[in-house]
């Protein structure tokens, strides 16, 4: 991956649109990636549409009483200065430490993040200001929301660095898909896989339920015995 | 209990849907069972009808890399085995270990349960893909959706053994309740005194309910005294 | 303070309620206090006004088999007479110590509260019956409902102590604003400030947010350096 | 119980000395109580002797900064005033809602309560300075030990209340029992039972483990068979 | 494997009496396995001998008032029994799922076990009377001792079930290995590999640790690199 | 602070193992800084020395299979490189994000720290080998040790970065002190009052603790009102 500010390319972000988290975990997990999936980021806003994007990170450390203050805000490594560094497309992902208690970003943030064409806000902590972030229109993945802001708890400590969020490693640039049962990360080595498997596992187990619901008994259909299989390949070129 | 996949009488089911899971813990609270209610267990899908069913268990234990993969989902001590050895009007309770990182069941197999006519799916651990699942109208209490299956954390070891379930023993064949407030067990030996008591606890409390709203204060109303008993048993009579 | 039971000022009681729970916690940072915000209490049910009231509290603690039960609901230290004893206004704050598995009040006793003109329930535990809960129209902040009554895992200890609730210490009398975001306290000694400041805040963060969707960048914005504080000063007063 | 002050009969002291924690629950568990072993408090030191008194309780709320200082310490209603007032033979029973980031005391207060008579400190919280607090010689029951004083996390609110250690409700005047297993409570009106029966449990326990170091298999011995009763009954007439 | 109740080779065993649990997991994670080391079980005496046997498993379910008494230990499905089937040199694996407050075995029952020639006992839950236990000389890994039985809070419910422990899938007759970081399960296709290049392993390391001791740096020396790997390779034939 | 990795003077080092860390949090505590102490880190061997350097920072993220390997320990970014970079008299403190499942060290790094002068490692997480480490001589604070190697769930990310170790904010070159009650943070701007004021703080302390076991009450005494000051100081003059 040589720059990991490229925006993806149209056509993946359209071909991810079409693969469901669930979907891309089974086919990691065959790649023996099973840690992949976010513990913690829902989505904030019941109905957000499926997010897909280069992942550009931020790294929160805990508030100490000396450093996290209002006026650290203006300081030029300061969230405000992380945000005006996002590429259009991108989603960022925050390691927030798994933090519940104070909110990393409120509407002012998120509503400027919307104006740089990002994607979507994905965290292991938490918003402030549910409303007013849901009104700006940025989808988000997170644990809720609170009335403390970041100061409360947190201190940012950098952004494009290596970082954790819910239990994945997440480097700048790896490939981030998000919807109705959270995050996943797609190591950038394994995109041209999903991107070639995903539709086809989507089409098979849509069949599958084609089969279910005129009621057929699950063993032999799924997962597919040789004769399930050939009934697919055969239905498949109808 | 003779055989646990007998399904329960209409009435009996008729009755217990007329009687809310707190109401039931009250009843069994007065006979010395505390441990009834499931810790975890919630509705997926906001307004899910109070659901009715004798228990039929199935138990997993965590995944080992050479043991848990796709593959093992063909193998004679699958879920999809399981699955269709559920009787109709049973209630799946799953033994999960409370395990919020890996899904047990998806679309597929949540719709063959509702083909066999299983009436609800309760579980201390998490589904995948809730939208599917949602689709399928089966009732499901477990403590969320996430992107991956089972496979990543979980062996499903075997069905019908006594498990735990969000802190309640539960064994084939006990009674299930679920509803807003989450999924209660009632032992066979214990049925009949629910069936007696439940409605006219209900009754009872919707008595009181009346007062309130009429401006009764709580002391003597609520647990009634002499007077207030007095009071009440006339009104039934009318 | 001289009377925890006092009503508070309607014109106090409408300026907060203008003012977002997130607002008051970064004023009352700015006094150094960083526990305010209660850890656990959410709307029980979506779309919840704010709430503003003086905390009347309540506290349990752990039940103990030969003393919880049904029976001493009817005790003189129970929770009916201390809810006979709450203010018209009041917000009942109640210390469950975080328990999540008996439920503190059903719809019975919060209709109740909704006669007596309680304005709203916060508690760092859970109700029971959420239905019929959010049928009396009390606004609720809980961690969510359960069947099992409070006396499956509780005890009423007393009321209108000092207690904690979701990690803050809530004194009789002391000022609650409860939104979509949680609940806050603000001790009686900020309330002149957080009055004064706090209509000031909403208005400024609006100014700002109307700069970010002309497409204003962050730094010099939020927080205003002087160019940006003359700029609004100079709007403020046309 | 008329004086929740008086202190144990020296009897009833030697009596539960002889009679381990262990043994007092399953008493206890045979009269339905199964809440009286509190979680969190284990031996600060490795040997301490089990100790035998009436709960001297103190409560903890949350820390707010307003109010937790070094100042505060002088208040009237501090940790200092309730010390003073503990009687000899009394166990001091902590209710610090189990915060382990601020200890509730240090070396000077436990060398007092030791100067006072007082036979032990329990809490499910922490102490600070292990070092200092174990020269004292005062057998302490707690989470461990930590560098922060109480004013880090907690105000001290009241003692003499009811609270809640550990999971278990404490009124004062209760008897307590903490031995290398933790500590136990004995409501007052079971204290007789324990003294009649604990004894005999605890010569019949070592006279099932006699047996099972002669080779005896555990079916018909533990529990006992009419057969190994009657030969136990001999062995004790002998 | 045949017969999981078949004792382990005493080749076998003194082997891996010479490979820390350390060792045994860099080697399966090299055969990617992750899930092998229990999360939970630790040594309940300091200097407990490094233990080796194949699992004897037992599983244990949550207690319901009705059915966890004293009286369910004289049941033919009880712990008694279980133990009265476990072969000598086996190490009892007990499923407790990871139950804190409630003791599943104490002196009696683990004095029993050594008469059977049980090697160990592990739990991911706790035992009671720790001084008792301990005096039997059976090395227990568990999380501590508490004073409840297990009619507390378990129900004993099979023995030689598949099982989790701490996390990891344990089958009857798989090996398993304890010492003082803790236990490590060898499934039994991989037991071989372990058996051959344990011993190497710890030759190595001892030989780099030597290395350090002399002052060297680490890159090029741990891992090797193809210098290093010589030097070793030719220190060896000495 | 113009350079992390110069080593405190000696003067300073030995005034500080003077000051205990619970003296320490008290004089940060009076200065507003509360979270100055690390949960989590404890001593590893009893009756470690207290532990007086500059920190050198650490950092892991999640592990990923495709990352977490024995391979990527010979990294120029591996734990090994910045083992090399220490410096003499250096705490290295480890940001493990609290992982308890994956060992950050084992003898073999140790063992090197120790050669390169290094005086003390401290982390929220564990190491593994706990018997090795022990060896080895290096005073470790952690949260235990375990047998998998931090390829079992960590990838090393960086060192000399902001992190966070225990909830507390950790920059390169503040100073930390650890000893029996945990590790504390003094941050460099409050260096200077902590080696004027604990010394002193020491001996005022010191001096109560005699009035105690003289027989003393506390209130007056600690805190000292006007007279027992006056007397403190003429004692001193003595």
Redesign the interface.
Known sequence: MSDPTTALDAEVVATLKGV???T???LL?????????M?GP?PLRPGQPRCVGRAFTLRF???????A???A??SPR?T??A??DMPAGAIAVVDA?GT??A?IF????C??MV?RGVSALITDGVV????GVNATGLPVWCQ??????S???L?F??WQ????CG????FPGDIVVA????A?LI?D??LAEVLAQGPEQERM?GW??ER??E?S???GL??M?EATKARYEADRKD
Not at 61 to 67: I, K
Not at 128 to 131: C, F, G, L, Q
Not at 179 to 182: I, L, P, Q, S, T
Request: avoid cysteine.
């Open positions: 469901s988290t669930a891309i975990t089974t997990l065959k790649k023996g990636l099973r840690k992949v999936w513990h829902k450390v805990p508030a100490r009483e000396d450093l203050s209002p006026a805000w203006a300061s405000r200065v945000i005006e430490m519940t208690d909110g409120g509407d002012i943030l509503a400027r104006r402030r200001d549910a409303i809720g929301s609170v009335a403390p802001s100061a409360a708890g201190i400590a950098n660095d290596a970082i954790g239990g994945v490693a997440v919807d109705e049962d959270g996943v190591p080595a394994h187990e599958i339920m279910v619901e009621g008994a699950l063993p799924y997962p015995n």
